[in-house]
């Protein structure tokens, strides 16, 4: 069964904006680590992929304390599964997060979010426009080819933007709309992705 991402759309006769069900964390992170455990299972430790006889796992997930609304919706739907925040147990906020990554000279690891995320603003944009051009090119792929998805029963027009505008025409926009009153600039902070 295909799961589309929630892609924005845009009526193709009312220009009504709307979204596609957002289903992402779950079809495409959750459950791609989950067949990576299984394989890692088997290739390592020869526990068939098929058996329900697992022995329990620990996930550590890199919610802090101050996102304790994150943690409380985090719930492991397989009982092998035991989820863990190790940050948020040891207090750590995202500011001393981030602070113990200056104090320490680390780059501060990206989001794990996709270059082609309904959730991704217009600084996240311009700044992968700028800074990552391979994965700027990625995300205008995806944009040009989710356009029309009719044959998939989607009958209207889809964005990776939510100012329903094709990805390759913010530059020339300077990645400024007219009306950004809905328009967050900012990055993502749905609480619905892992870090």
Same mark, same amino acid.
């Given at each position: 069964? +295909? ?7 845009? %009526? &193709? @006769?009312? #220009?009504? !904006? ?41 996930? +550590? ?7 304790? %609304? &994150? @943690?409380? #919706?985090? !719930? ?120």
């Amino acid at each position: 069964m +295909w799961r589309p991402p929630p892609f924005w759309t845009k %009526n &193709r @006769i009312t #220009g009504k !904006k709307g979204r596609l069900r957002q289903k992402c964390t779950k079809y495409y992170k959750i459950a791609a680590m989950r067949r990576e455990l299984r394989k890692f299972l088997n290739e390592k430790f020869n526990i068939s992929l098929t058996t329900t006889r697992l022995p329990p796992i620990k996930t +550590w997930i890199g919610f802090t304390s101050d996102e304790q %609304n &994150r @943690i409380n #919706g985090c !719930k492991s739907e397989v009982k092998y599964i035991e989820l863990s925040f190790p940050l948020a147990e040891m207090g750590l906020t995202k500011e001393k997060t981030n602070n113990y990554y200056k104090e320490h000279g680390i780059t501060e690891p990206p989001s794990s979010v996709c270059n082609a995320c309904f959730a991704n603003g217009l600084t996240f944009l311009e700044d992968m426009y700028f800074n990552r051009p391979n994965d700027w090119d990625q995300a205008v792929l995806v944009d040009e080819a989710i356009r029309d998805m009719r044959q998939l029963g989607v009958e209207d027009e889809c964005f990776v933007s939510s100012t329903l505008i094709p990805l390759k025409d913010l530059p020339r926009l300077n990645f400024k709309k007219d009306d950004v009153s809905f328009f967050s600039k900012n990055r993502c902070n749905s609480g619905a992705c892992f870090l």
